[in-house]
């Protein structure tokens, strides 16, 4: 299935821009910082691509605690959006 993500929208906005995009994660983001050009990525929707790739709830979490939100990369480093509450 091939679709139209935010991140295609943002990628053809600003062509000339570089992005930091996390791997496997593109249906996740959910708009963009104007000032630092950074990408905005859903907690939320991260868990999801995560898990439907087989992973458990709790593994899905573990994983982006410690493999994505983790890890930092320099000025470029995307914005995690904490949309995720387990309720």
Not at 14 to 35: M, Q, R
Not at 42 to 71: P, Q, T
């Amino acid at each position: 299935m091939n679709h139209y993500t935010t991140l295609d929208f943002i990628l053809e906005t600003f062509p000339d821009e570089e992005f930091l995009i996390a791997d496997g994660l593109n249906e996740a983001v959910i708009g963009l910082d104007g000032s630092s050009m950074r990408l905005i990525y859903s907690i939320l929707k991260c868990i999801d691509v995560l898990m439907s790739e087989g992973m458990s709830e709790r593994d899905a979490l573990e994983h982006f605690e410690y493999n994505v939100r983790g890890v930092h990369v320099g000025e470029k480093t995307p914005i995690w959006c904490d949309d995720y509450f387990n309720l």
